[in-house]
């Protein structure tokens, strides 16, 4: 599986589980996240990799990292975010081009001019993004309320 070369809107994860290294490989490696979506997950030696979100989605990653205390406690230290890359740049200028297109052609079939044109406009971009933010803050919270449900008993 590919890998994020950064991350951005990062979430963290930062917990001790009582289990050793190769338990905690197990448990990630069964991670059943609860929004429904495709997810890969990735586990090699200490370190993890899970992808949130299918083809032609704006994919959410979760980086981390297992770091053995001693033979019964393991730290596992998380990022959970979006991949800054220019496909996910392309894929929402699109989408809000899109948007703004089907916007002024309503404006234009309702002959809308003036201040009025520009304030509905500035409504339907506003409110796409608002929408597009607020599920992305959504679905990364509850990948972070999983990943913690399912590894962390005592969570930072």
């Known amino acids: 599986m590919r890998t ?3 991350l951005i809107f990062v979430r963290n994860v930062n917990c001790v589980q ?4 190769k338990e905690c490989q197990i448990q990630i490696q069964g991670f059943k996240p ?3 979506a495709p997810y890969q997950v990735f586990v090699d030696q200490d370190v993890f990799t899970v992808r949130f979100g299918g083809r032609g989605q704006i994919a959410l990653w979760i980086q981390g990292k297992f770091q053995p ?3 019964d406690f393991t730290r596992i230290i998380a990022e959970i975010g979006v991949e800054r890359s220019f496909d996910n740049l392309k894929l929402v200028g699109g989408l809000l081009l899109l948007v703004v297109m089907m916007t002024l052609a309503e404006i234009l079939d309702n002959e809308l001019i003036g201040e009025t044109m520009f304030g509905v406009l500035a409504l339907f971009v506003g409110g796409f993004l608002l929408v597009l933010i607020g599920g992305m803050a959504y679905s990364q919270h509850r990948l972070r309320n999983d990943i913690i449900n399912l590894m962390c008993r005592d969570s930072d």
């Open 18 to 21: 009582p289990l050793t290294l």
């Open 4 to 6: 994020p070369e950064a």
């Open 69 to 71: 205390i001693d033979d």
């Open 34 to 36: 609860t929004l429904t």
